[in-house]
């Protein structure tokens, strides 16, 4: 499971901004945001430059269990 859906609330991102970005169609973007796909690890890495966070911050809960 991926946190890129937290990530872009955070910032106050539109998934069509991210899918510009990154070369994406909206759905495939969609897809990742949704975790009902995950993207390559090289296409991760380029969603985290784009959203300027570390790559772990896409992939780590912030929750405590």
Do not use: H
């Not at 901004?17 to 973007?29: D, H, M, V």
């Not at 993207?39 to 929750?63: G, H, M, T, Y």
């Amino acid at each position: 499971m991926n946190r890129i859906k937290e990530v872009l609330e955070e910032k106050g991102i539109k998934q069509t901004w991210l899918a510009e970005k990154i070369g994406k169609s909206f759905s495939q973007t969609n897809a990742y945001v949704c975790n009902r796909r995950q993207p390559s690890l090289e296409q991760l890495f380029e969603i985290a430059k784009v959203l300027n966070v570390d790559v772990k911050d896409l992939i780590e809960s912030n929750k405590k269990q």
